[in-house]
C-alpha cells in the first residue's frame, strides 16, 4: 500500500498549500514590483488595457507587530467626492494583492477590481501579511509568515485594511463592500456578522466566492478523504449500484493522470482482480464505501485529524484557529445586509452545498436581500474546469458579469 501513501499526499498537496484557497504558489524572490503593472500576471500591455480610465494609487496599511503591508488603492480618473469601495479579501495561504494563480493562469482579484472600477467603484487589493511582493514573494521573517493565532491575524489585518479604507478622503465609509474568496468569505463573514467587535463600520454589502459554508474539519474531511469516494462513485461505479468489479475498475482508470491512476489501482485492483485485501467479504467486487473507504481512512489518517502526518505544523495550528470562529452559516446570518454568494458546482475544496446551507442560513435569519448563484461546471478559483482535476484560471465572464451588475444595483 506504499502506493496509496503517495497518493495521499498528491491528495493533500492540494490542500495543504492553502487550505480553502486557490492553491496559490509562490514566487522567487527575483520576481520584481514590474508584474503589479500587468495586474494579472499577463503582459503589461494587457494590464494597461484593462486599467483603462483607473487611476491605480499605491498605498501601505500598517498591520502592526512589524509588518506595513503594501496595497493599491484604485478609482474611476476625474472622480470627485467619496466613493463606494471594495475590498478584497483573499483565499488562505500566502497570498498577493491580486491572488495571482500559479503556472501564469492570471489572479482572481485583477478582473473583478477592473469590473468594480467601470461601475464608478473604488477598490482596495493588499499583500497578506509575509507578502513583499507580486507572485507571491514571501518574506524571510517566519514571525510575520507563521504568526501565533494565525487566523485570528488574518482576521485582524482585514479590519486594518477596512480602517485604512474608511479614513481615505476616496472613499465613502458607509458604502464599503467586502468581496472574499474561500477563506476570504469566512474573513467577510466573520467582520460583516460582528463589525464592533473589530472596530470597523459595518459593510454596505457582502460577496462570497467559494463558501466556507461548513466547519473547517468537514471541508478538510472532504477534500483529503470523501472527494476519493465521490470520484469512484462518480467515475467507476457505471451502474451506481455502490460497488465495483474488476472491469468497472479497470475502466475508471483510464483516463485518468498516472499517478491518480496507480494510486486508485492499488486500492481496487490486484492484477486484473479486485484487491483481495480490500474486497473483505470476497465476492469479487469492491464496496466503493464500506470497503475502499475503510482502506482509504486508514491510509489517509482521516480518524486522527488535525493531526495528520502529511500536514505540517503550521497547517495543524492554521486548521485548529479556524475551528475557534463561526462559518459563514453561522456569522453572516447576523449580518443585516445585503450578500451575494456565489460557488461553482464542481468545487471540490467548498462543496456547493456548502454554500446552499449558507444561504439558506441568512434567509431563515430575515435578511431579505440575499442571492444565491450556484454555476454548472465551475471550480473553486470560479472557472469553468474538469470535476475532479480542477485547473487554475481566472473567474469565468458569468462571474464577473454577476458581481458587477451586483455592485451596480446596491451602489
Do not use: C
Not at 25 to 45: C, Q, Y
Not at 125 to 153: C, H, M, W
Not at 157 to 169: G, H
Not at 292 to 308: M, Q, S
Request: glycine letters at 10%; hydrophobic letters at 40%.
Amino acid at each position: 500500500m506504499t502506493a496509496t501513501k503517495n497518493y495521499r499526499k498528491l491528495t493533500i498537496g492540494l490542500t495543504a498549500a492553502a487550505i480553502l484557497a486557490a492553491g496559490v504558489g509562490v514566487a522567487s524572490a527575483d520576481v520584481t514590483g514590474s508584474a503589479l503593472a500587468g495586474g494579472s500576471g499577463t503582459s503589461a500591455a494587457a494590464g494597461r488595457s484593462g486599467w483603462d480610465g483607473i487611476t491605480r494609487e499605491q498605498v501601505r496599511i500598517d498591520f502592526g507587530k512589524g509588518w506595513v503591508t503594501d496595497a493599491e488603492l484604485t478609482y474611476p480618473r476625474g472622480a470627485r467626492g467619496r466613493l463606494p469601495v471594495v475590498i478584497f479579501l483573499h483565499g488562505s495561504g500566502h497570498n498577493d494583492m491580486n491572488q495571482t494563480l500559479p503556472d501564469g493562469k492570471g489572479s482572481t482579484f485583477v478582473p473583478l477590481a477592473q469590473a468594480a472600477g467601470r461601475e464608478g467603484f473604488a477598490t482596495l487589493r493588499f499583500n497578506k501579511r509575509g507578502v513583499t511582493d507580486i507572485g507571491p514573494v514571501e518574506s524571510t521573517d517566519p514571525a510575520q509568515l507563521l504568526p501565533d493565532n494565525p487566523y485570528r491575524q488574518i482576521q485582524l489585518d482585514a479590519a486594518s485594511v477596512i480602517r485604512f479604507a474608511a479614513k481615505s478622503p476616496k472613499v465613502d465609509p458607509s458604502k464599503i463592500f467586502l468581496v472574499g474568496h474561500s477563506e476570504g468569505t469566512n474573513v467577510a463573514a466573520n467582520l460583516a456578522g460582528d463589525p464592533g467587535k473589530y472596530g470597523i463600520p459595518k459593510p454596505a454589502g457582502v460577496v462570497e466566492m467559494g463558501v466556507v459554508g461548513k466547519p473547517i474539519k468537514d471541508l478538510l474531511t472532504f477534500q483529503i478523504y470523501g472527494r476519493l469516494l465521490l470520484q469512484m462513485h462518480d467515475e467507476f461505479d457505471i451502474d451506481g449500484d455502490g460497488l465495483l468489479t474488476a472491469t468497472e475498475a479497470a475502466d475508471g482508470l483510464v483516463g485518468q493522470p498516472k499517478a491518480e491512476a496507480d494510486q486508485f489501482r492499488s486500492v481496487l485492483l490486484d492484477g486484473r482482480k479486485v484487491s483481495a485485501a480490500t474486497d473483505r467479504n470476497h465476492d469479487g467486487r469492491i464496496a466503493i464505501d464500506a470497503e475502499a473507504g475503510a482502506v482509504l481512512r486508514k491510509t489517509t489518517h482521516i480518524d486522527d485529524y488535525p493531526n495528520l502526518p502529511d500536514l505540517d505544523p503550521y497547517v495543524i495550528s492554521y486548521a485548529k484557529d479556524f475551528a475557534r470562529f463561526p462559518t459563514v452559516s453561522q456569522a453572516l446570518p447576523k449580518f443585516r445586509g445585503p450578500t451575494l454568494m456565489l460557488n461553482g458546482e464542481n468545487d471540490l475544496q467548498t462543496p456547493a452545498r456548502a454554500a446552499i446551507a449558507a444561504d439558506a442560513a441568512v434567509a431563515a435569519a430575515g435578511n431579505k436581500d440575499h442571492k444565491l448563484v450556484i454555476y454548472p461546471g465551475m471550480a473553486h478559483t470560479m472557472n469553468i474546469t474538469p470535476k475532479f482535476h480542477p485547473e487554475f484560471g481566472e473567474p469565468d465572464k458569468q462571474v464577473i458579469t454577476e458581481i458587477q451588475g451586483w455592485l451596480k444595483s446596491h451602489r
